[in-house]
């Protein structure tokens, strides 16, 4: 069972929004500020097969990602759609001092050194199925009917909340 969310991280103090520095501490420190019931160095990484990008959790806390290979990915993608380029959020994130690859931030050049390449992805081949784990929509609405007035009537379902730790089936 995971949490809603994760927890404020050290830097950006919001909830459910860590920066990739953030995330990298979590995973190399022997101290998980903000994360009581998680255990230093027992991240579980998970890439999925369609998104091509990582999700990590540790106790009740998941987390969904970029790293190096996911923007190499997109970038791929880019290419594929011979775009001209790429937009970053937020660079103050990525890994400026360089503490955890081998260069100062990693992930811009990810991005930078895959646009300078032919390489393209192409996402429909081959195809996915799809890995990570995903809760169904839980409001299912049924097609609107017209009655023979042709005046047209919407009716919807909805489950019941399973709370906030599992999916429902």
């Known amino acids: 069972n ?17 920066g990739h520095q953030e995330i990298l501490q979590a995973f190399n420190n022997d101290t998980l500020i ?10 579980k990484v998970v890439v999925d097969d369609c998104y091509r990008a990582p999700y990590a959790y540790n106790g009740p806390y998941w987390i969904g990602y970029d790293n190096e290979e996911s923007f190499k990915i997109k970038a791929q993608f880019i290419n594929f759609l011979d775009l001209a380029g790429a937009m970053v959020w937020s660079i103050d994130t990525d890994d400026h001092r360089g503490d955890y690859a081998p260069k100062r931030f990693p992930m811009l050049h990810a991005i930078h ?11 429909e081949n081959p195809m ?31 489950t019941a909340d399973p709370g906030p730790y599992e999916c429902s089936a």
């Open 2 to 18: 995971f949490v809603l969310s994760i927890p404020k991280g050290p830097y950006t103090r919001q909830k459910g929004i860590w």
């Open 34 to 43: 903000n994360l009581p019931d998680a255990k230093p160095g027992d991240w």
């Open 113 to 123: 050194d895959t646009l300078e390449t032919d390489e393209k992805y192409d996402p």
């Open 128 to 158: 996915c199925t799809g890995t990570a784990p995903i809760c169904g929509d839980p409001i299912t609405t049924e097609t609107p009917t017209e009655t023979p007035t042709t005046s047209t009537t919407m009716s919807s379902t909805t």
